[in-house]
């Protein structure tokens, strides 16, 4: 009987294993989904980021080229 109540606490100790992994397996899908969303998001501001800084330099450009015209040699 003994025994029995050993192999008995094993497969349950093995469903609880089997629970947590499967609970661990879907944690780790949503980690991932949100990573890679995050990820997206970064690549977005990045990409708007580059772009303001080129239209900031054509700005001073555009103002430097107005201020050279003004501005009395």
């Known amino acids: ?3 029995q109540d050993e192999i008995n606490g094993l ?3 093995m469903e609880s294993v ?3 992994s499967a609970s661990n397996a879907a944690s780790i899908g949503k980690i991932m989904n949100e990573h890679q969303r995050q ?3 970064h690549e977005a501001t990045k990409h708007v980021a580059e772009r303001a800084l080129q239209m900031c330099d054509v700005l001073t450009q555009r103002v430097t080229a107005l ?3 003004i501005t009395p040699h």
């Open 39 to 41: 990820k997206e998001c």
């Open 11 to 13: 497969r349950r100790l």
């Open 67 to 69: 201020e050279a015209r």
């Open 1 to 3: 009987m003994a025994l």
């Open 18 to 20: 089997n629970k947590l």
